[in-house]
């Protein structure tokens, strides 16, 4: 049998897509990462993914995994000639269980979905991202997503009690029984976490849910400057129950105002804005703690509080659609981060060393402040970054500070070459040597988070 | 050079230690396990442990790092020929950061002093245990220590921001820059976490520190039995703040009454008694909280309430006593875990179960309810436990719930036979490749966590 007649044996023949049918399967959704698929398969049942895995493993043909696509690092979307594994079809969502907190959730699940679930059980899931409707809770685990709300919950694996994967030689390892405390040998659900499809294929999640609060209470700062805004960051850590931290520049509000996607309360446009969140039992009580932490704080040159639902997400939509209104400028995407007290000193000096290997280039930096996580994008740059001069600029930038070159989306295919800035020649060492354990004949989203051998 | 005349190179020659200098490192605190170490090494500095391990390496001759030695499953007491690491003079704590709330410690620091330098900034440490006097970071984080505090915060893991650990091959990976988005490959961080010693030797940490509550407020509570024990979990489970669920039962109680460790404030004895501890701005708020939450609760025989610090101790100490004034009877302790809806059924089980196995015995079994997490003592059942008889009895019975064999403690020597009642084949297949990969020659803590092959 052919590795395609296989395929269609396991999983039926309408679910093997091949030709025309691969459509939207075989690139992201930027268009920066595409490739031509040997075939989309699209299992819906953990045996069926153990058997397209065994399969692909016995023919000797590399399998990406992929979920909704949102990812920014070209981790999963194929290479030409992969087979491409879709979690489409993998998509039930449990009944929440109040009394553990937890529920149970299929890999090509939405996030949105599984958020649905949490608040009609009165529960929140700690973790969310613009892109929730879209994007899969196999591809948010597979890339320990990050996100707004990791100031309050921690990143993704904090959230992940129990993980369900196919591994490259098509054995299921399956941790599932939710126990606060279970030391039984190696955090192997830990480990796949994070490992961007390159380890084992994810099928299925118990992910923890968080008593969801009664109130939230939102407060936009207007700032002349990013130390103001970093100076806001210190000034409400007091405040109980701060959930998001996130700021803009006056470059990137232009676009969205441009694009009509959001309005400002504010009448003069500011350099620097923050978004600050707060949840708590009481809204009057939330804004009001805000708005007493930001008493006095210098540089702070505008506020606008919200309690009620529809004001919160007027302040969110100007955060929310930077993305969007980016998207068709083809931008230079960099997703750093730099320790909070170098936040202000790297945006300084970000516009010079873009401007040195892309001339008229003006980055649009936005993100996470309470990480120091930035969204480097930079509208105009791809023709210059065709051989990374401007990804190693960037990036070279943000070592120096000791920070991260990929604080959230990855590695994937587009930063491996630059692994060697965040993490030492032991530790890509290390890492190898558990590729090579647990795929030892590499065919598990091959080209990925490593960089070649000798490279 | 012999092997022993490289590690002097690598540490002085005062600080390798043979014959009878090797008394207390050459068997953990129960005397249960021990053997005879080919040397004592104490290195001070990460080079000084990269060279002992590597000089072991090159001769081929089995390590074990050891901590502070309360450890249970014989994880860190040397077996016959051993090289013992001993992380004694690797115990500085740095200066608590606000800022970032992160602390770093050496290894071989002692839980307690690193509690201390957190409280001197204002902070806490989440992560708490009865041995903190003694026991090492270095050890708390190879087993991935539980205790008392994971309620709130979570089990040691999560408390986990960066570690320095030294591989097989002597090679260094470092991973303490801190940021709390980092999505740079593989989390060799959280591998290393509950590695029981053997993918990597520990020597440094980067941990999270919390705001530490300004008052605490603990209800001692007298019940007809352990349903009304989970019961009283459920109803607890919405007073915010709540950060200690503890039991212990009659058995227990009478042990430690009768060596006055501790004084109860009831007149009469209860079969269960529960500790629960809650956290926040004021205490007589707190003590109210419970209050309230176990106003009308079934089964309820009796209740104290204690807002002072000299009240809180002495409630503790009830709790806290056990484990000394077990240890002279020499029990079998078994550390294990099910599902809170499974608790009450458990201990009403388990003294059948070990009666069966060991006549006469009868269970003592304390721990922390919140995760249905149960330290079950064993006095007088040894002898029935030559070859396991009474272990294999208990475990099944866990396993029957699909609970954990170790809940906090580890796997260490004493489990490893038990291992598959946690973990599947494809899951010990994973875990066993992922040591081979990082020590290929074994020769890190050799017969700890793995069982052997084909065993």
Redesign the interface.
């Known amino acids: 049998m052919s590795l395609l007649e296989q395929l269609a044996a396991a999983v039926g023949e309408r679910n093997v897509l091949t030709g025309d049918l691969v459509a939207g399967y075989d690139r992201d959704w930027t268009g920066a990462w595409h490739g031509d698929p040997r075939a989309v398969v699209r299992p819906a049942t953990t045996d069926e993914v153990a058997a397209v895995v065994a399969a692909c493993a016995q023919a000797g043909v590399p399998l990406v995994p992929q979920g909704g696509n949102t990812g920014l690092v070209g981790a999963a979307s194929p290479s030409d000639g992969e087979v491409v594994l879709s979690t489409t079809r993998l998509r039930a969502v449990g009944v929440p269980d109040p ?2 907190g937890t529920v149970e959730a299929e890999a090509g699940a939405t996030l949105e979905a599984v958020q649905t679930a949490a608040r009609s059980a009165g529960l929140e899931l700690g973790v969310d991202l613009a892109s929730r409707g879209t994007a899969t809770i196999g591809g948010v685990l597979a ?2 997503a ?1 996100g707004a709300r ?1 100031l309050r919950h ?2 993704t ?2 959230q992940v009690l129990g993980l369900e994967a196919v ?1 490259a030689d098509g ?5 599932m ?12 659900v ?2 796949l ?3 961007e499809g390159t ?1 084992g294929v994810l099928t299925r999640a118990l992910l923890r849910l968080s ?1 969801r609060p009664a109130a939230r209470a939102a407060a936009l700062l207007a700032l002349e400057d990013a130390a103001s805004a970093v100076a806001v960051a ?1 000034a409400l850590r ?1 405040v109980p129950g701060l959930d998001a931290l996130e700021f803009y520049t006056a470059a990137g509000l232009d676009l969205v105002l441009a694009a009509g996607r959001a309005r400002t309360p504010f009448a003069d446009a500011a350099p620097v804005h923050v978004l600050a969140e707060a949840v708590g039992p009481d809204a009057d009580v939330l804004a009001e703690a805000l708005a007493e932490a930001l008493e006095e704080l210098p540089g702070l040159q505008d506020a606008a509080l919200a309690t009620s639902e529809t004001d919160r997400a007027r302040l969110w939509a100007l955060r929310e659609s930077h993305t969007e209104v980016l998207a068709p400028l083809e931008p230079v995407k960099l997703d750093v ?1 730099v ?3 170098a936040l202000a000193s790297f945006l300084e000096r970000l516009p010079e060393v873009v401007a040195a290997v892309a001339p008229g280039v003006t980055p649009v930096p936005f993100g ?1 402040l ?4 930035v969204h480097v994008n930079l509208p105009g740059a791809r023709p210059f970054d065709v051989d990374g001069a401007v990804t190693d600029a960037v990036l070279g930038l943000v070592a120096s500070y ?10 994937g295919r587009a ?1 491996r070459r630059w ?1 060697h800035l ?3 020649a ?6 190898r ?6 795929d030892p004949a590499g065919l598990l989203s091959p080209g990925r ?2 960089p070649d051998p000798l490279a």
Chains 1, 2 share one sequence.
């Open positions: 009394g553990t890339t320990n990050g990791v921690g990143t694996r904090t591994l054995t299921v390892v399956t941790r029984n939710g126990l606060p405390k279970d030391n039984t040998g190696y955090d192997l830990q480990l976490v994070g490992s380890l008593p210190g007091s981060a320790p909070l007290v996470h309470a990480e120091g996580n000791s920070g991260s070159i990929s604080a959230e989306h990855g590695i930063k692994l965040g993490r030492s032991a530790d890509v060492a290390a890492m040597a558990v590729k090579q354990a647990l988070v490593l």
